[in-house]
């Protein structure tokens, strides 16, 4: 079955009623645009206007669903009015279709009709001027240009100040929604940033509680267990202080009113110290510069959190950590004994490895972790160059 064609707009209905019943009265009234003795009058009976006027309000039905094809059908029925006695509803009905035809036609129609009309126009004046060669023949293009270019450019200033409208309210709409895909992206990446500090902070300690409590409870000797609780309400009182300053910076930004303390590569030595105090056998070797806090940052917590895998998971041996510069990059390498390890000494949930290859991606670096032949080996590679620029621009 054919598509039905669509309803007209009520507005449309309500122009087209209103022109069909003002043409009426008018003609009721008998007044009409030329006198019966105008030589375009050649069709001078009452009743021979009403055609070219139901035709025309019929056309203002398709104002907005067919423009186009009302202004045609519209412009054949203001032409065959000429022949008419006139009637001024119409031409005035006419106007709002070429009006129309601009405004909601496609932008090919906005952009032809005004030049046509413009063309018809300046025809309407030179021609009848060169014709009959009088000052008056120029009112003819006159009313050519008040029937058909003025209501087609309103049209078109209407158009455009609509067109600019709907482009700024999309721009409007999509500077909303990227704001908002921001706004996810920023607190998803402060989210996982606190994941990263939290488990880094938080996850050396837990470890050397859960290893020492399980010595204490294992080995039946006093001494032992004496020392085991030593360590463990050691790393008890430092993971609670590391939590209560989390706490502190979540809530004000700071810890007790102090700036927040950012973990430097010089805490490396009391880090291992800490790991040597856990029972690890861990040697320390550095050779750098001075290099960007972010950088700083990140290898404190690759080498933190390899000496807490190294305290769960590694063999009996030696553990070391070694920071070296070269080629504008910091390298950070940790090993362990890795054999027949058996039973993890200490749970772990694989989050450690994820957080410091995002630490390392984060700053445009490279990580590794894996077996190197009877060791573990944790090995990161963070430029210092990028970031420096970065915190200068």
Not at 55 to 78: K, N, S, Y
Not at 91 to 100: G, H, P, R, S
Not at 147 to 172: C, E, F, I, K, M
Not at 382 to 389: E, I, S, Y
Request: net charge negative; proline share 5%.
């Amino acid at each position: 079955m054919p598509a039905a064609l669509p309803r007209p707009h009520h507005h449309d209905v309500a122009i087209a009623a209103g022109g069909l019943l003002g043409g009426l009265f008018l003609i009721s009234v008998g007044l009409h645009s030329r006198t019966g003795d105008d030589p375009m009058s050649v069709l001078d009976q009452d009743w021979v206007v009403l055609i070219p006027l139901v035709v025309t309000a019929g056309c203002e039905l398709l104002r907005r669903t067919h423009p186009r094809a009302g202004l045609f059908i519209g412009t054949a029925a203001v032409t065959a009015d000429l022949f008419t006695r006139g009637n001024l509803a119409t031409v005035v009905m006419f106007t709002d279709l070429v009006y129309a035809a601009v405004l909601y036609g496609s932008a090919a129609s906005a952009r032809r009709v005004p030049w046509i009309t413009g063309v018809l126009t300046v025809a309407g004046s030179v021609v009848p001027l060169m014709v009959w060669r009088v000052p008056q023949a120029l009112l003819i293009g006159v009313a050519v240009g008040a029937v058909t270019l003025l209501p087609a450019s309103t049209g078109w200033v209407v158009r455009n100040h609509r067109d600019t409208a709907v482009a700024a309210r999309l721009r409007a709409e999509q500077t909303a929604l990227l704001a908002e895909m921001d706004r996810t992206q920023a607190v998803t990446a402060e989210r996982a940033r606190m994941a990263r500090e939290l488990h880094d902070m938080v996850a050396n300690h837990l470890s050397a509680i859960a290893i020492h409590s399980t010595a204490a409870l294992s080995i039946d000797d006093p001494k032992t267990s004496q020392e085991a609780l030593a360590v463990i309400r050691e790393n008890s009182v430092e993971g609670l202080a590391e939590m209560r300053r989390l706490i502190g910076i979540l809530r004000n930004g700071t810890a007790e009113g102090e700036p927040a303390a950012t973990p430097t590569l010089d805490g490396l030595g009391a880090l291992v110290d800490n790991a040597r105090a856990n029972g690890l056998d861990a040697t320390l070797d550095t050779k750098y510069e001075k290099v960007p806090v972010p950088v700083e940052l990140a290898a404190y917590r690759i080498v933190q959190e390899s000496l807490t895998n190294a305290l769960k998971h590694a063999d009996t041996g030696r553990v070391t950590v070694r920071l070296v510069q070269r080629d504008e990059a910091l390298e950070v390498r940790v090993t362990s004994p890795y054999g027949d390890r058996g039973t993890p000494r200490a749970p772990g949930s694989g989050a450690g490895l994820v957080g410091m290859r995002e630490r390392t991606a984060l700053l445009g670096g490279d990580f590794e972790a894996g077996p190197d032949g009877a060791l573990w080996a944790v090995r990161a590679v963070l430029p210092v160059t990028d970031v420096r620029q970065g915190e200068t621009t």
